[in-house]
């Protein structure tokens, strides 16, 4: 077997391993990271590579924070109050990917987005990383 199927199996396997008590202090210091921060290198590798990544210049690598939780609505203020408000318990029109990738996004304008992918989650929040494409880089305009 090639190192991509070990990392993979690795990730399959993570909550038998020594990768779930890795995450879990990696995660401690990502909460203390701004929401969008961009990162050196893929956590999942394996992952990041099927999804279209490349080491090359002009690939960026973006871990996104997301909240747990249902989505709310704003409770409403004027005219006669209905019986069931319809402000709690919302499913997103979106899903937590997408919310990620369009975060990015935001962020860096400049850039286009691949794909992302699922890395960690706590009780509080999710992390996914997303796989960004310069489209004006030389290099990676090739691809």
């Known amino acids: 077997m090639g190192a991509q199927k070990y990392l993979t199996q690795t990730w399959l396997g993570r909550e038998k391993g020594d990768l779930q008590r890795y995450l879990r202090q990696l995660a401690i210091t990502w909460r203390r990271q701004p929401t969008v921060h961009r990162v050196e ?8 590579r099927s999804l279209g990544y490349k080491a090359k210049q002009g690939y960026v690598v973006v871990r996104v924070r997301i909240r747990k939780g249902g989505a709310r609505k704003p409770r409403p203020r004027s005219g006669r109050r209905q019986k069931a408000l319809g402000v709690t318990r919302f499913t997103r029109a979106a899903s937590l990917k997408n919310i990620a990738e369009e975060k990015a996004r935001k962020r860096y304008p400049n850039l286009r987005v691949l ?29």
């Open 41 to 48: 290198h893929p956590t999942r590798l394996d992952r990041a």
């Open 115 to 143: 794909n992302s992918y699922y890395v960690w989650e706590d009780g509080m929040h999710h992390w996914y990383e997303t796989i960004m494409r310069d489209p004006h880089n030389p290099v990676s305009r090739e691809d």
